[in-house]
């Protein structure tokens, strides 16, 4: 089991469905394990009822069907489908709106969804999603995709929020121009907070949200892009300098 889970660590996200599905074959008696535990590339479907997009995940899905956070009902429809209380129903409304606020505000567009259920420990989970498209320019494929776990304690005069954020990035080029370039991979980080509830769930899940995202995009430039112009820079110096060598 860890050598499979180290082996879907280092698996692109383009090819972690297929390497995903060759594992579950292999190790069937692992594969509840291997699909709660391994992030897949996010996919959409459009809720028929409301018109919008919603993201599909294992946090929102039972059986074949996919619950949409917007109409907060299956597609396909489903009988006997698990749903959130109204309590949750009502924070998880509120938390769609105010995360697709956010995600305008850093991404300028994409598509966020936020799913809320309860757990065994008096408290709930919430699930914090977000898929971005980012072709432009000699991009022929660019995608970030963010998945932000929390799990939130029973209430008390603080209560315990611990944070799992996954990012999977894929950058494509194919120009003649530049060449066929690709750079993908993702990153995995934890936070554990014990906050007060003065200012109210959303806002302590948002805050761990937003400075969990600065962290992981710091990580990702240092090390996707830092280390990768470094082997460029090595392996291809720039004209001026290679201009110089002979003078020096």
């Given amino acids: 089991m860890e050598a499979a889970l180290g082996l879907m660590r280092r698996i692109p996200p383009k090819h972690s469905v297929t390497a995903l599905s060759a594992l579950v074959s292999l190790l069937p008696n692992h594969s509840s394990d291997l699909l709660s535990q391994v992030d897949q590339p996010l996919q959409v479907l459009c809720d028929s009822e409301s018109g919008k997009e919603f993201i599909l995940c294992e ?3 039972d059986a ?8 907060n009902k299956y597609h396909p429809p489903l009988g006997d489908a698990l749903l959130p209380s109204d309590e949750l129903r009502k924070l998880e409304v509120e938390a769609n709106e105010v995360f697709a606020i956010y995600r305008d505000q ?3 567009g994409g598509i966020s969804s936020v799913y809320l259920w309860e757990d065994n420990n008096e408290g709930f989970v919430a699930c914090f999603l977000i898929k971005k498209d980012g072709r432009r320019g000699y991009l022929q494929e660019g995608l970030w995709e963010a998945i932000h776990v929390i799990e939130v304690g029973p209430e008390d005069e603080t209560t315990r929020y611990c944070l799992t954020s996954t990012v999977m990035l894929s950058l494509t080029t194919d120009k003649e121009s530049s060449g066929t370039f690709n750079l993908s991979g993702s990153i995995r980080r934890q936070m554990t907070m014990d906050l007060p509830l003065a200012d109210g769930h959303l806002c302590n899940m948002g805050k761990m949200i937003e ?3 600065g962290k992981l995009r710091n990580s990702l430039d240092q090390v996707y892009f830092g280390k990768t112009k470094e082997m460029v820079c090595t392996l291809r110096p720039p004209s001026e300098v290679v201009m110089r060598l002979p003078n020096s």
């Fill in 59 to 61: 946090y929102n899905r």
């Fill in 64 to 71: 074949d069907s996919y619950r949409s956070p917007w109409s």
């Fill in 106 to 108: 850093y991404y300028e």
């Fill in 211 to 213: 400075e969990m995202e």
